[in-house]
């Protein structure tokens, strides 16, 4: 091997190390100030009874869950060499459920969210009426139900086992993997993206259809027109899913690309190529994992309200 080609390999690789040792902290300082200023915001008398704030509310408090059950936690196994894992069988796989819920709900709330606004936006009278914060709750609790329904064969195949002269967390039966390989990128990103796609273009049809009507009734505009507060909610979600798949993208496809070439068509890549397939697939999970942190910033930019109401917290926080 030239020595060139040497350097090129440890070049990629200790970029990736680099990745792993710089990226997580930033995203647990940005997440943690990021999400419980939506938590602050969302709870109050202004926002708290709009349905879409609900799931931007429960959106940031399961980004939490997100950002220390396994962003953290990996990030300090990662620096200490520690496995949190390796004493217990048991740990491994209450761990990974635990993890891995919060991780597949990450980029669920805002299809939440855009199913509300969809429904807020509706000609239909009944569909309207499902836009509603008890509905939104209850929405909430089913949807965790659901998904460690979904996920509680995960805990049956993951376990600690002896890997490369350590213990590690890890799945025990080939089948499952190939299950696997493929369920987890579906469930947790690509059937959400789909999802947004489908209701964000729905959205914008509805807003222009109501915006028509309101020009062409206007005796009754002023029951037509949407008010501001649901305008601004349907622009930060409108932005957030536009955020959401340009973060997620790279993730569905680094994923499909593993699922298909590498395990189901059993190609090998060269030594480069594999440190390249790693470095692009770190690079990758952390885009993917920023959707924890944006949404706050992202409403900052586009909502005066929020901006509004984020002046009053301060100013609250400040003066007192």
Not at 40 to 52: A, G, H, S, V, Y
Not at 131 to 148: E, N, P, Q, T, W
Request: net charge positive; aromatic share 16%.
């Amino acid at each position: 091997m030239s020595s060139s080609w040497y350097d090129l390999l440890l070049s990629i690789y200790n970029a990736t190390i680099n990745m792993y040792k710089i990226i997580p902290p930033i995203h647990i300082a940005f997440g943690t100030f990021g999400n419980v200023f939506n938590m602050i915001i969302f709870t109050r008398p202004n926002l708290r009874n709009n349905p879409c704030s609900i799931y931007f509310l429960a959106s940031s408090i399961n980004n939490l869950f997100f950002i220390y059950l396994l962003t953290a936690l990996r990030y300090i196994s990662f620096m200490l060499d520690l496995n949190f894992t390796q004493s217990s069988n048991l740990l491994c796989k209450i761990s990974i459920l635990v993890q891995y819920v919060p991780f597949s709900l990450v980029i669920w709330f805002p299809v939440l969210a855009s199913i509300d606004r969809f429904l807020s936006s509706s000609r239909t009278v009944r569909l309207r009426q499902l836009s509603s914060v008890s509905v939104a709750r209850r929405v909430i609790i089913g949807i965790y139900i659901v998904f460690l329904l979904i996920h509680v064969h995960m805990p049956i195949f993951y376990e600690s086992a002896w890997d490369n002269d350590a213990f590690g967390c890890g799945i025990s039966s080939y089948q499952y993997f190939l299950f696997f390989t493929f369920f987890g990128p579906i469930v947790a990103c690509l059937l959400p993206i789909l999802l947004m796609c489908i209701f964000a273009i729905s959205i914008v049809h509805n807003v222009r259809s109501t915006r028509n009507r309101v020009f062409q009734q206007t005796g009754v505009a002023r029951n037509e027109r949407l008010r501001s507060e649901d305008r601004q909610m349907a622009t930060m979600l409108l932005f957030q899913i536009l955020v959401t798949i340009l973060l997620s993208l790279p993730y569905v496809s680094t994923s499909l690309y593993y699922a298909f070439d590498l395990v189901i068509l059993d190609n090998t890549l060269s030594l480069l190529g594999q440190i390249i397939f790693r470095c692009a697939q770190a690079l990758a999970m952390f885009l993917f994992y920023t959707n924890s942190i944006t949404g706050f910033y992202i409403y900052t930019l586009t909502s005066p309200k929020f901006r509004a109401e984020m002046q009053r917290c301060v100013n609250e926080i400040g003066f007192g």
